[in-house]
């Protein structure tokens, strides 16, 4: 006799790791469909396939399928609070570059042994504020460096000072409108999106 509901289990560990269907499906290595069948309870996880997800959800086999499942709607709800807050906090680069990686580094390892399940979707934030930081000062070092990359000491009239002025602030929108748009993204438990970035931290 079932004590709990495995489906509804996978998918609230699935919710609290900040993954999508399509991303568990892919890091446990079984199909879309069979994610969707098994969290609608339309087939049960058997063999394999449940140590696959077991493998994907950071838990063991046991503790998936006999364990009780403490987890309730409150918890899962402060986990997905707790993401949203945790992007925002990003938005700390607006003061001073550094702070988009600081801050969020701060937060998650001083919460990361209270909140179960949160690593990958910190760190996805953090390797994105370290790409964006380096990106910038890549972009500023060639064109302060513009002769030795044989560039043009000028771009439609402007010298190079004038198009670092006028880069930066495309370099800020594009920041914050990833962490405002993936901060409502994993507050609707949606897949968020924090690419291209250099996978730091794994």
């Not at 370290?130 to 044989?150: D, G, M």
Request: proline residues 3%; neutral net charge; aromatic residues 8%.
């Amino acid at each position: 006799m079932k004590t709990f509901n495995l489906g509804k289990k996978i998918k609230e560990l699935r919710t609290r790791k900040g993954l999508s269907q399509d991303e568990l499906a892919e890091q446990a290595q079984v199909s879309l469909r069979t994610v969707q069948r098994i969290e609608n309870n339309e087939t049960e996880a058997r063999g394999d396939t449940l140590k696959r997800l077991a493998s994907a959800l950071d838990i063991n086999t046991e503790e998936l399928t006999e364990a009780p499942f403490e987890t309730t709607e409150t918890t899962a709800e402060d986990n997905r609070s707790f993401l949203a807050l945790f992007n925002l906090s990003a938005l700390t680069f607006i003061i001073f570059p550094l702070l988009g990686i600081i801050t969020p580094l701060a937060i998650w390892l001083s919460n990361r042994k209270k909140i179960n399940s949160i690593d990958k979707a910190c760190k996805r934030v953090i390797n994105f504020q370290i790409s964006w930081c380096l990106s910038i000062i890549v972009t500023i070092v060639i064109l302060l460096n513009h002769e030795l990359f044989h560039m043009p000491s000028s771009v439609l009239g402007l010298g190079v000072v004038e198009i670092i002025l006028l880069t930066l602030p495309l370099f800020y929108a594009v920041n914050a409108i990833y962490i405002i748009f993936n901060s409502i993204l994993v507050y609707n438990t949606r897949q968020v999106f924090y690419q291209p970035a250099v996978p730091f931290l794994r």
